[in-house]
């Protein structure tokens, strides 16, 4: 993966890659792109659109987009893409394919927010599954012990049972969390590199899960109407519609972050910030 920096223009949002090449087709076979620089977006669109079919795929509630970034071709596919701005400049992680270039992250500052297909670096992904082993372990053992108390011990004295239920729960969940760390490190490791190229310092230790866009909007509505609750009776106050995102839902948004809101936090740092 390398570095891509840039303005976007000439950009496009469809559900579905042949959904996407069939507008940009139509957009550029308009009267308006017959000269100028429209012409010369639809002759490198036109140039690419082989490569940028290879390049995407059809996942189930994602965008597909395709736009221009200094002067290339840039296209993918995020649950979110469609907040994606026309004049943003924005930093990518991108992957070349033929005369495209594949983006498999994406950072615009002036929004606050990072497009990434897993919301995990290296470490975060070690620490989230070790957490849940606990987890699943304090739940396993509590289970078992209150069904031995309730089925009895039979001819085994308590002792023996509790050391049987601790070490059937730890190879349990041992071996999930060993198994969950081998596999999601498939998709950890190539986050780990986004998140560098992206510039965020630390980068193995990321972990966006809880800054999903949707989630960050609707903490933030609830602390309004919490804050607002006494207004909220007395009829002084009115609350704002609810924001257009919410009514997307986390599905459609779920690969869509708002890093600023975790760098607010104190949760991650930027690597120019020297932290």
Excluded at 46 to 67: K, R, V
Excluded at 78 to 107: N, T
Excluded at 114 to 133: C, T
Aim: some cysteine; aromatic content about 10%; hydrophobic content about 45%.
């Amino acid at each position: 993966m390398f570095t891509l920096e840039g303005v976007i223009r000439e950009l496009h949002v469809e559900e579905g890659r042949e959904n996407l090449l069939q507008q940009i087709d139509k957009h550029y076979r308009g009267k308006g792109a017959v000269t100028g620089a429209a012409a010369v977006a639809g002759d490198l669109f036109g140039q690419t659109a082989n490569a940028a079919m290879l390049a995407m795929y059809d996942g189930e509630n994602t965008q597909n987009f395709a736009c221009l970034v200094d002067g290339q071709v840039v296209c993918g596919q995020f649950a979110g893409a469609q907040l994606l701005k026309e004049g943003h400049r924005v930093r990518i992680a991108g992957e070349r394919s033929g005369d495209v270039v594949v983006a498999r992250g994406i950072l615009d500052e002036k929004q606050g927010l990072v497009w990434v297909g897993h919301a995990w670096g290296r470490a975060a992904e070690v620490a989230a599954n070790w957490k849940i082993a606990a987890w699943c372990f304090g739940f396993a053992y509590i289970g078992l012990t209150i069904f031995s108390w309730l089925g009895g011990t039979g001819h085994r004295s308590f002792l023996e049972v509790q050391v049987w239920i601790v070490l059937s729960s730890a190879f349990l969940c041992l071996g999930v969390a060993f198994w969950a760390n081998k596999d999601m490190q498939i998709l950890a490791t190539p986050s780990t590199e986004i998140f560098r190229i992206l510039g965020f310092s630390t980068p193995e230790k990321v972990n966006l899960n809880k800054y999903q866009l949707s989630l960050v909007e609707s903490r933030k509505r609830m602390k309004l109407i919490s804050s607002k609750r006494k207004e909220l009776r007395e009829g002084t106050f009115t609350l704002p519609p609810e924001p257009l995102i919410l009514s997307m839902g986390s599905e459609q948004l779920r690969n869509t972050h708002d890093y600023k809101q975790a760098i607010e936090d104190g949760k991650l740092s930027m690597a120019s910030d020297g932290a």
